[in-house]
């Protein structure tokens, strides 16, 4: 199986900060990789597919990137709506793996 | 727009059985995969299976395979989960989710349902 490790599990930022967040994949996946938004209560929203494309509707503040093993979802103004848990997913092969999700904080 | 409302989960005793389903509108539900997808309580997410739009191929998570079982109805637009031996271990809130077109290897995971829950404890 494929394991994707993501960091920070956890971190706090200041609105208007720039957030990283790393996904390291346990072998090669390409880009098959997406990123995906969870607020508290609510239900999992895609941001990024195919590494580096950004969904639809999705603020342009959002950007991915990686190919390989290593990808990164960026967050380049930290604003208020987007404290919330980020996921990433390869889907590259079965079993589909999810990271174990960053979860971004107010500081 | 595009709609997947869960339903059928509940509490169960570990060992007990339960079906969930998923009804989809707003788009040819019979042209995509579908996936089912967990949550337990606190916890991340965890895909747990997928089906191609025909039902020809059937993918799982090592955990549930030999207990739940995938399946869909093109007619009724529905997807569902059958869910045999329930554990402890299997609480958690189900969410069915949209997949690709067949050629598209991209557009996993959306949009998501709401979400069902499913307790398994005694």
Same mark, same amino acid.
Request: glycine share 10%.
């Given at each position: 199986?494929?394991?994707?490790?993501?960091?920070?599990?956890?971190?706090?930022a200041?609105?208007?900060?720039?957030?990283?967040?790393?996904?390291?994949?346990?072998?090669?996946?390409?880009n098959?990789?997406?990123?995906?938004?969870?607020?508290?209560?609510?239900?999992?929203?895609?941001?990024?597919?195919?590494?580096?494309?950004?969904?639809?509707?999705?603020?342009?503040?959002?950007?991915?990137?990686?190919?390989?093993?290593?990808?990164?979802l960026?967050?380049?103004?930290?604003?208020?709506?987007?404290?919330?848990?980020?996921?990433? !997913?390869?889907?590259?092969?079965?079993? !589909?793996?999810?990271?174990g999700?960053?979860?971004?904080?107010?500081? | 727009?595009?709609q997947?409302?869960?339903?059928?989960?509940?509490?169960?005793?570990?060992?007990?059985?339960?079906?969930?389903?998923?009804?989809?509108?707003?788009?040819?539900f019979?042209?995509?995969?579908?996936?089912?997808?967990?949550?337990?309580p606190?916890k991340?997410?965890?895909?747990?299976?997928?089906?191609?739009?025909?039902?020809s191929?059937?993918?799982?998570v090592d955990?549930?395979?030999?207990?739940?079982?995938?399946s869909?109805?093109?007619?009724?637009?529905?997807?569902?989960?059958?869910?045999?031996?329930?554990?402890?271990?299997?609480?958690?809130?189900?969410?069915?989710?949209?997949?690709?077109?067949?050629?598209?290897?991209?557009?996993?995971?959306?949009p998501?349902g709401?979400?069902?829950?499913?307790?398994?404890?005694?």
């Open positions: 199986d494929i394991q994707m490790t993501q960091s920070p599990s956890a971190m706090s200041s609105v208007g900060d720039r957030v990283t967040i790393t996904c390291r994949a346990s072998q090669g996946i390409s098959y990789l997406a990123w995906f938004q969870q607020k508290p209560g609510k239900v999992p929203k895609r941001l990024i597919y195919a590494a580096s494309s950004l969904q639809s509707g999705v603020p342009s503040r959002f950007s991915g990137s990686g190919s390989g093993t290593e990808f990164t960026t967050i380049s103004s930290l604003q208020p709506e987007d404290f919330a848990a980020y996921y990433c !997913l390869q889907h590259y092969t079965y079993p !589909l793996t999810f990271g999700g960053t979860k971004v904080e107010i500081k | 727009e595009v997947l409302v869960e339903s059928g989960g509940g509490l169960v005793q570990p060992g007990g059985s339960l079906r969930l389903s998923c009804a989809a509108s707003g788009f040819i019979s042209s995509y995969w579908m996936s089912w997808v967990r949550q337990a606190g991340g997410l965890e895909w747990v299976a997928n089906i191609k739009k025909d039902g191929e059937k993918y799982f955990s549930v395979k030999g207990r739940f079982t995938i869909r109805d093109n007619v009724k637009n529905s997807l569902y989960l059958q869910m045999n031996s329930l554990r402890a271990e299997d609480t958690a809130v189900y969410y069915c989710a949209k997949g690709p077109v067949q050629g598209d290897y991209f557009d996993w995971f959306d998501w709401q979400g069902t829950l499913v307790t398994v404890s005694s």
